[in-house]
């Protein structure tokens, strides 16, 4: 799974935060080894991912090779199904643009059971975390 970092960039004067995706980083989906795909399809241009460190925009490609076909059914993987062999739970099943980590879904869970933190409490709380200056 890709790992999402917070990162920042030295303007010459401070240090400003730094998408991943503006870094250069994508995520390729579809292949357990890691490898690259040699026929990938792009995913939405801005995808967004809640972490349980903020919410990241990052380019986003899918496999469309052999790699992407299921054993059982022989049918390709849908693109949510690539997505959550990610560890990544897509907002929809049709054409996802967000998804939120199953770590951030994790951590959220055992908040809200002990502290009773509402979900727009909480995501209201990782936004803060990636731009704190409303």
Not at 43 to 72: D, M
Request: proline share 4%.
């Amino acid at each position: 799974t890709c790992r999402l970092h917070l990162h920042k960039h030295w303007t010459g004067r401070f240090f400003k935060k730094v998408s991943l995706r503006r870094l250069g980083l994508v995520v390729q989906l579809g292949h357990q080894d890691g490898s690259e795909c040699p026929t990938p399809i792009l995913g939405p241009s801005k995808f967004i991912v809640v972490h349980e460190n903020g919410v990241h925009r990052v380019s986003l490609r899918y496999c469309g090779c052999e790699a992407s076909i299921s054993s059982s059914t022989g049918i390709m993987h849908h693109k949510w199904e690539q997505l959550m062999r990610n560890r990544w739970f897509p907002a929809t099943h049709t054409r996802p643009k967000t998804a939120c980590t199953f770590q951030m879904l994790q951590c959220f869970h055992m908040l809200t059971l002990s502290g009773k933190l509402t979900a727009y409490d909480y995501y209201g709380g990782l936004v803060k975390l990636t731009n704190n200056t409303g």
